[in-house]
T-cell receptor, first 116, second 111 residues
Framework: ETGVTQSPTHLIKTRGQQVTLRCSSQSGHNTVSWYQQALGQGPQFIFQYYREEENGRGNFPPRFSGLQFPNYSSELNVNALELDDSALYLC???????????????FGPGTRLLVL | AQSVTQLDSQVPVFEEAPVELRCNYSSSVSVYLFWYVQYPNQGLQLLLKYLSGSTLVESINGFEAEFNKSQTSFHLRKPSVHISDTAEYFCAVSSNYKLTFGKGTLLTVNP
């Protein structure tokens, strides 16, 4: 069984640029969630995708957007990067319909983004 | 709205000593609670979870946590820690579609 994978592992961008992060969900999982983990903080929920539709969103501006593909992999796009966007971005997948609250979310290793 | 408070940002202990990492939560809906562990430069790994039933839940590596509804707590304990338990531990509460995490507790086990 393949776990959650993310690419790239590290990324350096400059302020104002755009970035795309990628996530492959665990085999059999149809729900993907994205989290931002700033240094020294707990992960903060960005949004969740279920069957290619956004299923819920946290307190992040519209320049954070996402996609989910028919194979349940997902992308996180961030436009007009700001210095405060520097963080570890974590993807998590879960298996039941809609990612209900009892579902365990399985996390990938993350993408570390540095904005200069 | 849901929130999680981890009362200690850092907990240093000696090897083979007992440890307790404290977690308090607030939730207006049914409570599902999780502990995740994060080793340096890695993602989060599930340690244990409480969904319903017995209020004491255990992990395969000797950790346990007790759900206390009256005190709105879900403290994590281990009777004897190892050097390899050094990591950051996150408590989280689950709602319809998201996990809400605490700020984490860095457990450092010294020889």
């Amino acid at each position: 069984e393949t776990g959650v994978t993310q690419s790239p592992t590290h990324l350096i961008k400059t302020r104002g640029q755009q970035v795309t992060l990628r996530c492959s969900s665990q085999s059999g999982h149809n729900t993907v969630s994205w989290y931002q983990q700033a240094l020294g903080q707990g992960p903060q929920f960005i949004f969740q995708y279920y069957r290619e539709e956004e299923n819920g969103r946290g307190n992040f501006p519209p320049r954070f957007s996402g996609l989910q593909f028919p194979n349940y992999s997902s992308e996180l796009n961030v436009n007009a990067l700001e210095l405060d966007d520097s963080a570890l971005y974590l993807c998590a997948s879960s298996g039941l319909a809609g990612g209900g609250p009892q579902e365990t979310q399985y996390f990938g290793p993350g993408t570390r983004l540095l904005v200069l | 709205a849901q929130s999680v408070t981890q009362l200690d940002s850092q907990v240093p202990v000696f090897e083979e000593a007992p440890v307790e990492l404290r977690c308090n939560y607030s939730s207006s809906v049914s409570v599902y609670l999780f502990w995740y562990v994060q080793y340096p430069n890695q993602g989060l790994q599930l340690l244990l979870k409480y969904l319903s039933g017995s209020t004491l839940v255990e992990s395969i590596n000797g950790f346990e946590a007790e759900f206390n509804k009256s005190q709105t707590s879900f403290h994590l304990r281990k009777p004897s820690v190892h050097i390899s338990d050094t990591a950051e531990y996150f408590c989280a509460v689950s709602s319809n579609y998201k996990l809400t995490f605490g700020k984490g507790t860095l457990l450092t086990v010294n020889p």
